[in-house]
Protein backbone atom coordinates (compact mmCIF):
# COMPACT_ATOMS: atom_id res chain seq x y z
CA UNK A 1 0.00 0.00 0.00
CA UNK A 2 1.25 3.52 -1.06
CA UNK A 3 1.60 5.59 1.72
CA UNK A 4 2.79 9.14 2.42
CA UNK A 5 3.12 10.51 6.14
CA UNK A 6 4.18 13.93 6.88
CA UNK A 7 5.75 15.15 9.94
CA UNK A 8 7.35 18.26 11.02
CA UNK A 9 4.76 21.47 11.30
CA UNK A 10 3.73 23.95 14.20
CA UNK A 11 4.08 26.97 15.11
CA UNK A 12 6.29 28.70 14.65
CA UNK A 13 7.63 32.91 14.98
CA UNK A 14 7.85 34.79 11.72
CA UNK A 15 11.49 34.56 10.86
CA UNK A 16 11.60 30.93 12.13
CA UNK A 17 12.44 28.27 10.45
CA UNK A 18 10.97 24.73 10.58
CA UNK A 19 11.57 21.61 8.44
CA UNK A 20 9.14 18.89 7.23
CA UNK A 21 9.74 15.36 6.18
CA UNK A 22 7.47 12.94 3.96
CA UNK A 23 8.15 9.05 5.00
CA UNK A 24 7.28 7.24 1.86
CA UNK A 25 6.56 3.55 2.07
CA UNK A 26 4.87 0.66 -0.64
CA UNK A 27 6.35 2.00 -3.63
CA UNK A 28 9.87 2.15 -5.26
CA UNK A 29 10.74 5.44 -4.51
CA UNK A 30 13.70 6.33 -6.52
CA UNK A 31 11.07 6.03 -9.54
CA UNK A 32 9.07 9.03 -8.40
CA UNK A 33 8.63 12.87 -8.39
CA UNK A 34 7.61 14.42 -5.51
CA UNK A 35 5.96 17.76 -4.93
CA UNK A 36 4.82 19.93 -1.95
CA UNK A 37 1.75 21.33 -2.36
CA UNK A 38 0.21 23.73 0.40
CA UNK A 39 -3.16 25.18 1.57
CA UNK A 40 -3.79 27.98 4.12
CA UNK A 41 -6.58 27.88 5.86
CA UNK A 42 -9.94 28.29 4.24
CA UNK A 43 -8.25 28.26 0.59
CA UNK A 44 -7.19 26.23 -1.86
CA UNK A 45 -4.29 24.57 -3.33
CA UNK A 46 -0.97 26.36 -3.89
CA UNK A 47 2.02 24.61 -5.38
CA UNK A 48 4.96 25.07 -3.49
CA UNK A 49 8.25 22.71 -4.99
CA UNK A 50 8.92 20.25 -6.64
CA UNK A 51 12.03 17.31 -6.84
CA UNK A 52 13.06 15.37 -9.42
CA UNK A 53 14.03 10.99 -8.48
CA UNK A 54 17.54 11.87 -8.47
CA UNK A 55 17.39 14.48 -6.41
CA UNK A 56 19.49 17.28 -8.76
CA UNK A 57 16.40 18.97 -10.47
CA UNK A 58 14.33 21.21 -7.86
CA UNK A 59 11.63 23.78 -8.53
CA UNK A 60 9.67 26.75 -6.46
CA UNK A 61 7.19 28.98 -6.35
CA UNK A 62 8.27 32.95 -6.27
CA UNK A 63 6.43 32.83 -3.39
CA UNK A 64 9.27 30.60 -1.50
CA UNK A 65 11.81 31.01 -4.08
CA UNK A 66 15.24 31.69 -1.39
CA UNK A 67 13.51 30.40 1.67
CA UNK A 68 12.70 27.09 0.76
CA UNK A 69 14.92 24.14 0.05
CA UNK A 70 13.28 21.02 -0.76
CA UNK A 71 15.80 17.65 -0.82
CA UNK A 72 15.25 13.73 -0.64
CA UNK A 73 17.21 10.37 0.60
CA UNK A 74 16.58 8.08 -1.77
CA UNK A 75 18.10 5.65 1.17
CA UNK A 76 15.76 6.18 3.36
CA UNK A 77 13.07 7.04 1.39
CA UNK A 78 12.25 10.57 2.74
CA UNK A 79 11.64 14.16 1.24
CA UNK A 80 12.24 16.80 3.04
CA UNK A 81 11.08 20.79 2.94
CA UNK A 82 13.53 22.92 4.79
CA UNK A 83 11.44 26.22 5.41
CA UNK A 84 13.33 29.59 6.63
CA UNK A 85 12.60 32.92 7.13
CA UNK A 86 8.51 32.01 7.57
CA UNK A 87 5.83 34.42 7.15
CA UNK A 88 2.54 34.74 8.68
CA UNK A 89 1.32 34.21 5.09
CA UNK A 90 3.00 30.80 5.07
CA UNK A 91 0.90 29.69 7.79
CA UNK A 92 -1.14 26.24 5.74
CA UNK A 93 -1.83 22.96 5.72
CA UNK A 94 1.53 21.25 3.73
CA UNK A 95 0.85 18.08 1.82
CA UNK A 96 3.87 15.80 -0.02
CA UNK A 97 2.72 14.66 -3.20
CA UNK A 98 3.85 12.16 -5.39
CA UNK A 99 3.62 11.81 -9.33
CA UNK A 100 2.79 8.50 -11.17
CA UNK A 101 5.60 8.88 -13.62
CA UNK A 102 8.69 10.80 -14.19
CA UNK A 103 7.91 13.54 -16.37
CA UNK A 104 4.38 13.14 -15.76
CA UNK A 105 3.37 15.87 -13.17
CA UNK A 106 -0.12 15.46 -11.56
CA UNK A 107 -0.18 13.64 -7.97
CA UNK A 108 -1.66 10.53 -7.87
CA UNK A 109 -0.85 9.62 -3.78
CA UNK A 110 -0.82 12.40 -1.25
CA UNK A 111 0.10 12.52 2.73
CA UNK A 112 -2.25 13.44 5.21
CA UNK A 113 -1.07 16.97 5.85
CA UNK A 114 1.22 19.15 8.33
CA UNK A 115 -0.11 22.28 9.33
CA UNK A 116 2.65 24.91 9.70
CA UNK A 117 1.36 27.95 11.49
CA UNK A 118 3.67 30.88 11.56
CA UNK A 119 2.62 33.67 14.56
CA UNK A 120 3.53 35.41 17.50
CA UNK B 1 2.43 31.62 -15.67
CA UNK B 2 -0.49 30.18 -16.93
CA UNK B 3 -4.15 31.16 -14.70
CA UNK B 4 -6.86 28.57 -14.37
CA UNK B 5 -10.46 30.57 -13.61
CA UNK B 6 -13.13 27.62 -12.22
CA UNK B 7 -16.72 28.60 -12.23
CA UNK B 8 -18.72 28.70 -10.63
CA UNK B 9 -17.90 29.59 -7.79
CA UNK B 10 -20.28 27.20 -6.11
CA UNK B 11 -22.61 24.85 -7.64
CA UNK B 12 -25.61 23.70 -5.34
CA UNK B 13 -27.16 20.66 -6.51
CA UNK B 14 -29.24 17.53 -5.53
CA UNK B 15 -28.52 14.08 -5.32
CA UNK B 16 -28.85 12.07 -8.69
CA UNK B 17 -28.28 15.16 -10.70
CA UNK B 18 -26.16 16.23 -13.12
CA UNK B 19 -22.86 18.48 -12.15
CA UNK B 20 -21.07 20.60 -14.82
CA UNK B 21 -17.96 22.33 -13.61
CA UNK B 22 -15.53 24.45 -15.92
CA UNK B 23 -11.91 25.17 -15.71
CA UNK B 24 -10.56 28.33 -17.98
CA UNK B 25 -6.71 28.33 -18.90
CA UNK B 26 -5.51 32.05 -19.60
CA UNK B 27 -3.40 29.82 -22.65
CA UNK B 28 -3.57 26.67 -24.42
CA UNK B 29 -2.52 23.55 -21.62
CA UNK B 30 -3.19 21.47 -24.61
CA UNK B 31 -4.88 18.14 -22.85
CA UNK B 32 -2.34 18.41 -20.04
CA UNK B 33 -5.32 19.34 -16.83
CA UNK B 34 -5.91 17.00 -14.40
CA UNK B 35 -9.48 17.49 -11.75
CA UNK B 36 -9.14 16.79 -7.91
CA UNK B 37 -11.54 15.85 -5.45
CA UNK B 38 -11.19 17.17 -1.73
CA UNK B 39 -13.58 16.61 1.15
CA UNK B 40 -13.12 18.38 4.48
CA UNK B 41 -9.88 17.83 6.55
CA UNK B 42 -8.78 15.14 4.15
CA UNK B 43 -6.45 15.70 0.87
CA UNK B 44 -6.93 15.83 -2.38
CA UNK B 45 -7.86 13.03 -4.78
CA UNK B 46 -6.82 12.52 -8.35
CA UNK B 47 -9.72 11.98 -10.44
CA UNK B 48 -9.03 12.90 -13.86
CA UNK B 49 -5.81 13.26 -15.88
CA UNK B 50 -4.79 14.34 -18.94
CA UNK B 51 -8.72 15.83 -19.42
CA UNK B 52 -10.32 12.89 -20.13
CA UNK B 53 -8.47 9.92 -18.46
CA UNK B 54 -10.27 8.62 -14.67
CA UNK B 55 -7.79 7.65 -12.36
CA UNK B 56 -7.42 4.20 -10.69
CA UNK B 57 -10.90 3.81 -8.58
CA UNK B 58 -12.69 6.57 -10.15
CA UNK B 59 -16.40 5.76 -10.70
CA UNK B 60 -17.45 6.10 -14.25
CA UNK B 61 -19.95 8.44 -13.11
CA UNK B 62 -17.06 11.20 -13.12
CA UNK B 63 -16.28 12.45 -16.68
CA UNK B 64 -13.57 14.86 -18.51
CA UNK B 65 -13.38 16.69 -21.77
CA UNK B 66 -12.21 19.51 -23.67
CA UNK B 67 -8.36 20.80 -24.95
CA UNK B 68 -6.71 24.32 -25.28
CA UNK B 69 -8.53 26.60 -23.11
CA UNK B 70 -11.57 25.54 -22.00
CA UNK B 71 -12.24 22.26 -19.84
CA UNK B 72 -14.93 20.38 -18.18
CA UNK B 73 -15.44 18.15 -15.70
CA UNK B 74 -19.19 16.30 -15.85
CA UNK B 75 -20.40 14.03 -12.71
CA UNK B 76 -23.61 12.62 -14.42
CA UNK B 77 -25.39 11.82 -11.31
CA UNK B 78 -24.65 12.79 -7.86
CA UNK B 79 -23.91 10.36 -5.01
CA UNK B 80 -24.13 11.94 -1.72
CA UNK B 81 -20.39 11.33 -0.94
CA UNK B 82 -19.54 13.57 -4.50
CA UNK B 83 -20.44 16.57 -2.76
CA UNK B 84 -16.96 18.33 -2.10
CA UNK B 85 -14.91 20.63 -3.68
CA UNK B 86 -12.91 20.08 -7.23
CA UNK B 87 -9.78 21.52 -8.35
CA UNK B 88 -8.44 21.71 -11.85
CA UNK B 89 -3.98 21.56 -12.29
CA UNK B 90 -2.27 22.22 -15.51
CA UNK B 91 1.09 20.91 -16.17
CA UNK B 92 1.25 22.05 -19.82
CA UNK B 93 3.97 24.86 -18.49
CA UNK B 94 5.93 25.03 -15.41
CA UNK B 95 7.42 25.64 -13.14
CA UNK B 96 5.06 27.06 -11.77
CA UNK B 97 1.88 24.33 -11.80
CA UNK B 98 -1.15 25.73 -10.89
CA UNK B 99 -4.39 24.89 -9.70
CA UNK B 100 -7.85 27.02 -10.07
CA UNK B 101 -9.70 28.50 -7.21
CA UNK B 102 -12.02 25.41 -7.17
CA UNK B 103 -15.78 24.78 -7.49
CA UNK B 104 -17.99 23.50 -4.28
CA UNK B 105 -20.16 21.52 -4.92
CA UNK B 106 -23.46 21.35 -2.65
CA UNK B 107 -26.10 20.19 -1.39
CA UNK B 108 -29.71 22.09 -2.67
Known amino acids: EVQLVESGGGLVQPGGSLRLSCAAS????????FNWVRQAPGRGLEWVSY????????YYADSVKGRFSISRDNIKNLVYLQMNSLRAEDTAVYYC?????????????WGQGTLVTVSS | EIVLTQSPATLSLSPGERATLSCRAS??????LAWYQQKPGQAPRLLIY???NRATGVPARFSGSGSGTDFTLTISSLEPEDFAIYYC??????????FGGGTKVDIK
Open chain 1, 97 to 109: ARSPYTGYDVFDY
Open chain 1, 26 to 33: GFTFTRHE
Open chain 1, 51 to 58: IAGGGSIM
Open chain 2, 27 to 32: QSVDIY
Open chain 2, 50 to 52: DAS
Open chain 2, 89 to 98: QQRRSWPPLT
